[in-house]
């Protein structure tokens, strides 16, 4: 997080799998979305929800599933709470390729030094400092914020005016004192942008 020029914040964040990717994109957090539901994609029924609905109906309900099947058309929605998918928390944040930074419930996986677990949102450490800083001056302390998680009831808050979101990869950085530092390149995409570049 960038405010007046100056890096404020920098936590750790997990993101799309090498098979489904982060796409790079630029859009406007207008929001912060408390105890959020998650309607699941069709490629996410496809490849593993909508058989644990078929097959066990009971632990399916168990996670805050609940769907309807119109014809054949499997739609699945997760209910809010701790277990949810997006977390407790998610920035409204309105793109074409709906991709959002959130919360999750899979807190273990930010020890990993390779971060590639997601089918293309970005997961946040810490998603909760954010939302206090985001809201600042809206009345919205942490105390609310929390107590409003505990509620576990969906609530849309505002942000007084839009903030920018660039989704960048970059796999070499420049530093402050100079020098550059080196990342890998999950995706494989130096090799295009090389051949690019030459």
Known sequence: MIENGKEVDHP????????????????RVVGVILNPTWTVPQSIIAESVGSLVRRNPANARSHGYHWTNVRGHLSVVQGPGPGNSLGQMKL???????????????????????????????????????????????????????????????THVALPAPLPVYV?????????????AYFTDPYDLDAALAARLN
């Not at 964040?13 to 982060?22: A, E, L, S, Y």
């Not at 960048?168 to 550059?180: H, L, R, W």
């Open 12 to 27: 750790p964040i997990i993101v799309g799998k090498p098979n489904k990717q982060t796409p790079q994109l630029q859009t």
């Open 92 to 154: 409204d944040m309105p793109n074409p390729l709906t991709v959002y930074i959130h919360d999750t419930p899979s807190k273990s996986l930010f020890d990993k030094d390779v971060r590639t677990f997601s089918h293309g949102c970005m997961r946040m450490q810490n998603p909760f400092d954010l939302a206090e800083r985001l809201l600042a001056g809206t009345g919205w302390n942490r105390a609310r914020i929390d107590a409003t998680v505990a509620s576990r009831v969906t």
């Open 168 to 180: 960048v990869y970059m796999t070499a950085v420049p530093q402050a004192d100079g020098t550059i």
